[in-house]
T-cell receptor
Framework: EAQVTQNPRYLITVTGKKLTVTCSQN?????MSWYRQDPGLGLRQIYY???????DKGDVPEGYKVSRKEKRNFPLILESPSPNQTSLYFC????????????FGSGTRLTVV | AQSVTQPDIHITVSEGASLELRCNYS??????LFWYVQSPGQGLQLLLK??????LVQGIKGFEAEFKRSQSSFNLRKPSVHWSDAAEYFC????????????FGRGTSLIVHP
């Protein structure tokens, strides 16, 4: 089944403790993105990647890092999480010029205390 | 850069009534346009998309949307709403050429009364 898999689905952590949210897709898509979703703000793009080793900042990149060492994986790294990063995170992918829209993961609910 | 506005934060309809969710975009040319639905606790699912051709687009779950260039709009419609349609709906716009990375609106929450 074609899908985007995120892990974990739920995560509670403490301020300053580094964490990684994994994202993997099995569709050989070139493009992958991370979004955060907050009430009243909709989805805001954090980072995106157009292919292996090619990443760029989205609208709200501060406090986040990403890497794209393999085509299928696009982990989101929070080096020193803070409470304002408490949010619902989505990973998404699509193929180059796909015109078919994104395929989204199921989301990761992160709480930073 | 492209942008998209969903003017309605919440919409309440009765089951069986018709529905129209508004979406306005800003882009210098004809964009790619999408509607996504997010059911509670779920990720986003693509409902329909417009790229070119017929301006009335049919999607899944009985939804349709009409691209109106003169109004820079891409409103989502359904003739008869079911209780299971209660969800968050997002309009998105993508630029032609380049990365096709879409920009999302803030979403419209649909509440369905029995």
């Amino acid at each position: 089944e074609a899908q985007v898999t995120q892990n974990p689905r739920y995560l509670i952590t403490v301020t300053g403790k580094k964490l990684t949210v994994t994202c993997s897709q099995n569709m050989n898509h070139e493009y992958m993105s991370w979004y955060r979703q907050d009430p009243g703000l909709g989805l805001r793009q954090i980072y995106y990647s157009m292919n292996v080793e090619v990443t760029d900042k989205g609208d709200v990149p501060e406090g986040y890092k990403v890497s794209r060492k393999e085509k299928r994986n696009f982990p989101l790294i929070l080096e020193s999480p803070s409470p304002n990063q408490t949010s619902l995170y989505f990973c998404a992918s699509h193929s180059q010029g796909s015109l078919y829209g994104y395929t989204f993961g199921s989301g990761t609910r992160l709480t930073v205390v | 850069a492209q942008s998209v506005t969903q003017p309605d934060i919440h919409i309440t309809v009765s089951e069986g009534a018709s529905l129209e969710l508004r979406c306005n975009y800003s882009y210098g040319a004809t964009p790619y346009l999408f509607w996504y639905v997010q059911s509670p606790g779920q990720g986003l699912q693509l409902l329909l998309k417009y790229f070119s051709g017929d301006t009335l687009v049919q999607g899944i779950k009985g939804f349709e949307a009409e691209f109106k260039r003169s109004q820079s709009s891409f409103n989502l419609r359904k003739p008869s709403v079911h209780w299971s349609d209660a969800a968050e709906y997002f309009c998105a716009v993508g630029a032609r050429g380049g990365s096709y990375i879409p920009t999302f609106g803030r979403g419209t929450s649909l509440i369905v009364h029995p």
